[in-house]
């Protein structure tokens, strides 16, 4: 039977040959710039199936598809796709996609496979507010996972570039400069996205009048830490393997965070 | 009919011998169309490079044609002695063997090198221009070009660089992307140094500054590369603005220490840094390359992987041999396939003339 779930899983079809692109390039040690737009195209059709689930599920609900732990990942995950592909070509980064393909892979399937996919039982408070800041702070965590990937890229060819052990995938990485750069501008665009958030956050819970202690201790944090690698790598110039791994760190706590406080709550 | 190619490499000839026979550029038309004339051939091309000289020809029999042509050689150069141990002869599939491993790099002296190829390309046009092509030869070198391409995207045999300065444009490439905003510093003058800022240089690399202990030597120096000489105490002074440093001084001790870079990087707020020590011995701490973001390669680990590239090159070979059998037999296939039409119309116009009709070369 398709249902709305069908074009997720479809969805992840694409991702997967994209992930299969990757290996076998890296089997060849390489395959040219066309092989890097097949990527590209199998990781925009797997966007627009992923991006058909959304609307469908969007349109029963009557509402932005956030109601549930599984949606919620589907829509993060989906967020990293958007990411990939505006930043992909406009930077020329290769290889960039055949880090971000397994990343959203990993975190759809998950979603798919566990019974997490349960319809809210709770009458959900009908708020603009509640909506908007729920879907603007996870399309931050979509950049995050983006800057998440960066900073994993940055580190492979930094280890290579310092103990000069060069394989051939190191070929195929983009510059560690390049690679910084476009680290920082996704940590600037999911910082200031997680703040509107964060406040659209608390202008809802006002209007609901319910505030969701954890929720909101956890939030924080991200947020603070997030704030702290900003500022990091803008004003103390701090750069390179230091900023890669506070993102990354950043990132794992953020996803541990979220599946915590999504599971664990009533 | 025979297809045949008369010539010498840089395996088979000393360059001595190489200069004598080769062609210059600006006669070449003219040699072309005296060559076809002098050997009697139904079509010629002439290929002369620093590294060989190799003429291709049709003929109606090439046991008498490339004799002729090596007499040609001879004559046109106005040798005094013979080079003809010197030269190596192919014919029919043996010549479209070479043809091909020549325009795919494989028989120049950098295995894999893409030069040649333009320059193939070069001489065939120059020949096509002289109306010495024809429907073979014509054919011939489309088909070289098509297979060099096809080896190119489908093998790894032009990928990693072999010479120390491509090496070290890589890894300046791998670090910062584009060089267009970095700024090299050399520090000692010397041919491998110039050697590299040259090739930063040829790849777009920003502003150069050269200092050594003789002003003379870093004047000199930064006159042919267009950058600026600084003094030899100053270096430090300058170096926050630096983001790739070529060392080669004839110092005993190393002149870069990390006492020395710490604080510095501190200045140049942690932008990353490439440290090229091409000096023996050497003249960046072996330790620098452990301060963060500080990239240190030294003269050995340059050549190290430059032969490693050398080596996966090598190891292509077979895939590329392979390749080219095929492409070798399927041009076969066609010469045999329209052998006799093309000995009818060679049969009826004994020899090119230098100036073939349209229909003639473009036909087939």
């Not at chain 2, 003058?189 to 920003?206: F, I, N, W, Y």
């Amino acid at each position: 039977m398709i249902t709305d779930r069908t074009y997720l899983w479809l969805a992840q079809a694409f991702y997967a040959v994209s992930c299969l692109i990757t290996v076998r390039r890296l089997r060849t040690g390489g395959g040219g710039p066309g092989s890097q737009r097949t990527n590209y195209i199998v990781m925009a059709i797997g966007f627009v199936l992923h991006t058909t689930f959304l609307y469908l599920r969007g349109r029963h609900l009557g509402r932005c598809p956030l109601t549930n732990l599984f949606e919620t990942q589907a829509f993060a995950a989906w967020a990293a796709v958007l990411f990939f592909l505006l930043i992909g070509p406009s930077y020329r980064v290769s290889f960039l996609g055949a880090f971000t393909a397994p990343l959203v892979l990993l975190i759809c399937l998950a979603a798919l496979i566990s019974p997490i996919d349960v319809p809210h039982t709770q009458t959900l408070a009908r708020s603009a507010w509640v909506e908007f800041h729920a879907a603007i702070a996870i399309v931050a965590y979509g950049a995050f996972a983006l800057a998440f990937v960066t900073s994993a890229m940055y580190l492979l060819q930094e280890r290579q570039l310092k103990t000069r052990r060069l394989t051939s995938s190191f070929l195929l990485l983009p510059s560690i400069e390049q690679l910084d750069v476009i680290h920082f501008r996704l940590l600037i665009m999911g910082f200031a996205m997680l703040t509107v958030g964060m406040v659209g956050g608390m202008i809802s819970y006002r209007i609901v009048g319910h505030w969701p202690t954890p929720k909101i201790v956890w939030a924080a944090a991200v947020w603070v830490l997030y704030g702290t690698v900003v500022l990091a790598r803008g004003m103390w110039s701090v750069r390179g393997r230091k900023v890669a791994v506070m993102s990354m760190a950043s990132f794992a706590f953020m996803l541990i965070g979220f599946w915590g406080v999504n599971l664990l709550r009533p | 009919m025979n297809l045949f190619v008369v010539g010498l490499n840089h395996r088979s000839a000393p360059v001595e011998v190489r200069e004598r026979v080769a062609f210059a550029k600006s006669g070449l038309d003219e040699a072309t169309r005296s060559l076809l004339g002098a050997a009697s051939l139904h079509e010629a091309a002439i290929l002369s490079t620093c590294n060989r000289v190799e003429i291709y020809a049709l003929a109606g029999s090439a046991a008498d044609a490339a004799g002729a042509v090596r007499r040609f050689l001879h004559g046109h150069h106005k040798l005094s002695d013979s080079v003809d141990a010197y030269l190596y002869e192919h014919r029919d599939d043996d010549c479209i063997q070479h043809l091909l491993e020549v325009a795919c790099g494989l028989d120049s002296m950098v295995l894999g090198e893409t030069e040649i190829l333009g320059q193939v390309k070069e001489a065939y046009h120059t020949a096509q221009q002289a109306g010495a092509t024809g429907v073979v030869l014509n054919r011939l070198f489309q088909k070289a070009f098509a297979a060099a391409k096809h080896i190119r995207s489908t093998t790894a045999i032009t990928r990693g660089s072999t010479s120390v300065g491509a090496v070290a444009v890589d890894l300046a490439e791998k670090i910062f992307g584009k060089l267009g905003k970095c700024t090299v510093m050399v520090i000692g003058t010397g041919d491998m140094s110039e050697a590299t800022a040259r090739a930063l240089q040829s790849r777009g690399a920003g502003a150069i500054l050269v200092c050594s202990r003789s002003q003379e030597r870093a004047e000199a120096l930064a006159g042919q590369l267009r950058g600026r000489a600084i003094s030899y105490d100053q270096w430090p002074d300058e170096f926050p603005a630096v983001d790739i440093v070529i060392s080669s001084t004839a110092a005993p001790h190393p002149i870069v220490t990390t006492e020395k870079l710490v604080p510095l990087m501190k200045t140049r707020r942690q932008r990353a840094l490439f440290l090229i020590d091409i000096a023996v011995p050497r003249d960046i701490e072996r330790a620098c390359g452990e301060v963060e973001n500080v990239y240190l390669y030294d003269i050995d680990d340059l050549q190290g992987i430059a032969r490693s590239n050398r080596a996966a090159r090598e190891r292509e070979i077979a895939a590329c041999q392979a390749l080219i059998t095929q492409h070798r037999q399927r041009f076969a296939d066609w010469l045999g396939n329209n052998r006799t039409a093309i000995e009818e119309r060679y049969r009826a116009r004994p020899a090119n003339t230098g100036f073939a009709d349209p229909a003639h070369t473009h036909a087939l």
